[in-house]
């Protein structure tokens, strides 16, 4: 397993944007397959998005074409662009990484690393 940090939460007007940030510790990214999921009170974890070692990215529908990922300059952090925001899209984001690159070839994973996640409300 592998520490994850996750930044960059807040509040923003439906139509904003915010952009999160996951920092790995002691590893680059590119070790990893990695990715965001969100959570609500009450519900399960959902997936947001994906992006593989060799950069090829998964996204749900639901935030398709919004966000985007992406990995920094610095190797050992990665990001998550989130535009035109929605009240529905207001959760807990939680950056998620794995060793096992065959998680990034589906949806959803598996995942066994996590950062204590970061809060993102979006108000209409």
């Known amino acids: 397993q592998v520490q994850l940090v996750e930044s960059g939460g807040g509040s923003v007007q439906a139509g904003g944007s915010l952009k999160l940030t996951c920092t790995v510790s002691?590893?680059?990214?590119?070790?990893?397959?990695m990715g965001w999921f969100r959570q609500t009170p009450g519900k399960e974890r959902e997936f947001v998005v994906s992006i593989s070692a060799t950069n090829a990215t998964i996204y749900s529908d639901s935030v398709k074409g919004r966000f985007t990922i992406s990995k920094g300059n610095t190797k050992n952090t990665q990001y998550l662009q989130m535009n035109y925001l929605k009240p529905e899209d207001t959760a807990m984001y939680y950056c998620?990484?794995?060793?096992?690159?065959?998680?990034?070839?589906?949806?959803?994973?598996?995942?066994?690393?996590w950062g204590q996640g970061t809060q993102v409300a979006v108000s209409s």
């Open positions: 002691e590893y680059t990214v590119n070790n990893f397959c």
């Open positions: 998620a990484a794995t060793r096992y690159f065959r998680a990034c070839t589906v949806t959803g994973g598996p995942f066994d690393s």
